[in-house]
């Protein structure tokens, strides 16, 4: 298995008239190069390759102190082989010199950079997350996933991709399982907070039909899992499997970079998987089944005396 995951960064002035995000404040530097980190870290501790037991290479006398590696008495057994991928291959999209990079403490070889001009984004920094769509296209070839992940967003679980993997199958690639995002906040109201909740229908109804195929069963460990179609389907990330991905590919609105939904970061994030697939979530009751950590915590939601 081998699994392609494109990441758009940004860190620097707004589009003009545009919102201004986290990534625009004049102190994100810091913020934004640690939420990349983790959101790299993330996806490469738990769907990686590179994972491994430590263990002596003889039996160790009991009182054994703590000795390092290159000592010649430790050896690594590879872990968890039949469940990880060949590779993860993780591109980093960025707008010329515009992110802090250099400040992400990750090894050169955990990412590779791929750069655009802002020309090429008519000049809004906002449709980076189109380009990300761009380069998914051209290097998809070879992979069986295909991902897209926002740069403060964080896989914490290891069954990640083989949950989504459940509904893909279960549906025959009709289908697509999104993650319910959470906030942790141990000041707040809950320590952790699902963000993306319902909103209006009206608002996705051009591009889907909730009330069709409204819910499936999945089964996991032995235990029922109930996945929803949310009226809200942002996650800011997919996964799709590689006969998805070349199914949306063969859709015209492919090339559509129409901020419909929201907004151009919503929409490269979002859109495109909800006009061509069924999106699902978990149900509230099962809501942390398939999930991830979103790094941007809403303080504003907090009771007055604490925010």
């Known amino acids: 298995m081998r699994i392609l995951v494109a990441i758009p960064h940004y860190v620097g002035p707004p589009a003009p008239g545009g919102t201004v995000y986290g990534s625009s404040q004049p102190d994100a530097g810091p913020v934004r190069a640690a939420a990349l980190a983790r959101t790299i ?13 430590i263990g002596w290479a003889g039996p160790p006398p009991p009182d054994a102190p703590p000795v390092p590696a290159g000592s010649g008495r430790v050896r690594f057994q590879r ?7 060949a590779a993860l291959d993780i591109r980093v999209v960025v707008v010329e010199d515009r992110h802090v990079l250099d400040r992400v403490r990750l090894p050169p070889s955990a990412f590779q950079v791929e750069r655009v001009t802002l020309d090429r984004l008519g000049g809004d920094p906002r449709m980076l997350g189109f380009a990300c769509l761009d380069l998914l296209a051209a290097q998809a070839e070879g992979y069986d996933w295909i991902g897209y992940m926002e740069d403060d967003t964080v ?3 290891p069954w990640f991709l083989r949950k989504i993997a459940l509904l893909e199958r279960a549906s025959q690639g009709e289908a697509v399982l999104l993650p319910n ?28 039909d909730v009330g069709r195929h409204a819910s499936m069963n999945l089964s996991h460990l032995g235990e029922p899992v109930v996945v929803e179609r949310p009226t809200n389907p942002h996650a800011g990330c997919w996964f799709l499997s590689a006969r998805q991905f070349a199914r949306w590919r063969a859709q015209p ?3 559509d970079r129409r901020p419909l939904f929201i907004g ?27 999930e991830a950590e979103h790094l941007n915590n809403r303080v504003w939601i907090r009771p007055r005396s604490q925010a």
């Not at 872990?79 to 991928?85: E, F, T």
């Not at 109201?189 to 051009?206: E, F, H, M, Q, S």
């Open 41 to 53: 870290a993330g996806l490469a501790v738990h769907l990686g390759p590179s994972q491994a037991r």
């Open 253 to 255: 609105h492919f090339a």
């Open 181 to 208: 995002r959470f906030e942790a906040d141990p000041e707040g109201r809950y320590w952790k907070l699902y963000v993306d909740g319902p909103i209006p229908p009206r608002i996705t109804a051009p591009w889907q």
């Open 155 to 157: 896989v914490g679980d």
């Open 79 to 85: 872990a968890n082989r039949g469940a990880l991928p």
């Open 264 to 290: 151009p970061l919503e929409s490269a994030a979002t859109l495109g998987v909800m006009r061509t697939f069924r999106v699902y979530k978990p149900g509230l009751d099962c809501a942390s089944f398939l």
